[in-house]
């Protein structure tokens, strides 16, 4: 099993900056996982896509249109995490931040929608609040 524990959430004014760590456990999580991402969701709303990454070195990113430009997702091996580093935060990047996880078939690539898509994802963690506010 894998399992994920977010942390990092937190209140915040808007311009502000958070970071979201993810971490992966229960196994050595890159034979297990090979995609792993952050999404959100706000109350009344449905889970949607941040961001996005391939557990390979160099590793392609993928990013939402709200999260380009503003967020970046990272890995570190060694520690098992997997961040999400949120700059000029806006009131409408409040919700409740989750990290997912998935194993998914790199032949042919993964295309962007995949990336993106919660249902590609099979592990998912508790998840962690990002409040900004105005």
């Known amino acids: 099993q894998v399992r994920l524990v977010e942390s990092g959430g937190g209140s915040v004014q808007a311009g502000g900056s958070l970071t979201l760590t993810c971490e992966i456990s229960?196994?050595?999580?890159?034979?297990?996982?090979?995609?792993v991402g952050w999404f959100r969701q706000a109350p009344g709303k449905g889970r949607e896509a941040v961001a996005s990454?391939?557990?390979?070195?160099?590793?392609?990113?993928y990013y939402a249109d709200s999260a380009r430009g503003r967020f970046t997702i990272s890995r570190d091996n060694a520690k098992n995490t997997i961040s999400l580093q949120m700059n000029t935060l806006m009131p409408g990047d409040t919700a409740m931040y989750y990290c997912a996880a998935a194993k998914v078939s790199l032949i042919g690539g993964v295309t962007t929608h995949q990336a993106l898509d919660p249902p590609t994802y099979t592990y998912w963690g508790q998840g962690t609040q990002v409040t900004v506010s105005s």
């Open positions: 990454m391939i557990n390979t070195s160099g590793g392609t990113t």
């Open positions: 229960g196994t050595t999580w890159y034979n297990t996982v090979n995609l």
